[in-house]
């Protein structure tokens, strides 16, 4: 059993990594991407919600782009950035700016009117609306759209093994297969689900930190307010 | 005072939301703008804080143009309240109310402090106060929605139907409260509604507008129910008007007999004395026990049970002439009962006597009417 676990750790030099240096370098190629198309979403998003007649078209283009296989999306890149992280970071951001623009979009939009006018009675500009009510109360639904990309996004780092070893823990299934290493295959699928199980989580905990003021949670404090008021 | 001066607001499509609408809106009271859905009405609203510009037309505020003034400092001097409190579900109940003068720039303790007083001036636990706007029922959150408004006190409190969102019972007490406010605040308020029965509650003007936003008449509430202006008027007003006028009317003046009341251990003589169909029965306190003919009755053996029931008293001079004349439709013997404030008989009072204090407050109101005019 210890040899077999010592094999499963045992990462062949070829890679230059430990196993966790293989774990923190899927990490930078799945969540740089998802930062980046976090980044780029939030402005598109906006114009989107401020110009009704964008979104459709966005939309449109967006989703033509996520039906590009990863694999021929890299090897189209490859030939602008080479067989790089970079190749595999590209398409990474693309379809995380796909998932979270309707996203951001649904969540800005989801701000009711009444909410919206009282912010702009009071005095809002634009800029601060936006900021301090419109952006605060899409939150969950961008966290939502992130947890779909993050996860999305740390299996789809794998594919990278493919154009000259760019896949972090998916290089492992090449030499599992190339040494006729059978335990590296297991390393490569487990880790992986690990990290995307653990980043999901993570995201969840940062909503409910972030998002105090949502009715969702179990116990729900309500000392019957509707009797109060009646008594009035 | 607000003055709105033949403002028109015409959309590109060519849509006329307002048209040609001018009002003297006075300080320190509440003017009711009142109409059908699509008549303008919450477009005036908005056009008096500019979240709508005018097409044509000009509003003074105290004499200045509001074009002249940055759109953000307007607003900030007139509160908002809005249907269904449009509350910032990501806040506190204390932060909601401190907003604006966070944004004027006061400090988070004087804000809060501030926030605070104001829970309590709108009738809200303390304990609310690091509550979010989910964990609060319809009623309570417009009474933040108040008390948002209210923050930084603004001479001018814009309100667009706040309370139409939530259940009868619970709209009252909120209109009530807002009177209650406005008593001790006296701040100019202009309040958009489709309720004619709310625009007369709490109207000390009501403009009545018709589709297309035209004004159809502007007057206190008690002319309003006495002379509509035209059939559109009446209609909207409804088909009782006559009896919701008498709300406007004092019973003070109605003359009570105190003939047939006697006390629970009415003599023989006492129950025969009063030349009356029915007598009213009172306890050792002369608080009201019921109704009876003299026929049934026995000396030294009246059965309070036996009675017929006495309906609900009104208070002359507290009560409306409409409270009075309620009294005597729902009594079983058609006489209204008269209380003083502890609950006390002060006497009784016929439909038909009630009948003749109506006409003669017509008449007065005529008068009244005719040296005015």
Known sequence: ?232 | MIRIESVTKRYPDGTVAVDRLSLEIPDRSITVLVGPSGCGKTTTLRMINRMVEPSEGTILLDGQDIQRQPVTTLRRSMGYVIQNAGLFQHRTIVDNIATVPRMLGWGRQKARARAAELMERVGLDAALAKRYPYQLSGGQQQRVGVARALAADPPVLLMDEPFSAVDPVVRKGLQDELLRIQDELGKTIVFVTHDIDEAIKLGTMVAVLRTGGHLAQYAPPAELLAGPADAFVEDFLGGDRGIRRLSFFPSGALELTAGPVIPLDATAEQIAAPDAPFLLVTDADGRPLGWSEPGDLAAGDIRPDRLLSHGRPFVPGTDSLRVALDCAVLSPTGWAVAVDTDGKVTGVVSQQTIGEAIRSAHAAGRAHDEVAG
Do not use: K
């Not at chain 1, 116990?219 to 009035?232: G, H, Q, S, V």
């Open chain 1, 1 to 232: 059993m210890s040899d077999y676990l010592h094999d499963f750790f045992d990462i062949p030099s070829d890679l230059q990594h430990s196993w966790l240096g293989l774990i923190g370098l899927h990490l930078r190629e799945a969540l740089l991407p998802v930062a980046a198309g976090l980044l780029l979403a939030l402005p598109i998003a906006q114009l989107c919600v401020r110009f009704r007649w964008l979104y459709p078209p966005v939309l449109g283009v967006t989703t033509v782009l996520y039906a590009i296989p990863s694999l021929a999306f890299f090897v189209v890149l490859i030939d602008y950035t080479g067989q790089s992280e970079l190749t595999v970071m590209i398409p990474l951001a693309v379809y995380s700016l796909v998932v979270l623009v309707p996203a951001i979009v649904d969540g800005v939009r989801s701000v009711s009117e009444e909410t919206l006018a009282a912010a702009t009675a009071m005095g809002f500009g634009p800029v601060r609306r936006y900021f301090q009510v419109q952006l605060p109360i899409a939150v969950p639904a961008i966290i939502a759209g992130l947890r779909v990309a993050t996860v999305s996004s740390v299996s789809l780092v794998s594919v990278g093994m493919l154009i000259g070893n760019q896949g972090a823990l998916g290089n492992l299934l090449h030499d599992a297969q190339i040494y006729n290493r059978p335990e590296l295959t297991w390393n490569s699928v487990i880790t992986t689900a690990l990290l995307a199980i653990v980043l999901d989580a993570l995201l969840v905990l940062v909503r409910v930190l972030l998002t105090p003021w949502m009715p969702n949670r179990p116990t729900r404090r309500r000392p019957a307010p509707a009797l109060e008021d009646a008594a009035r």
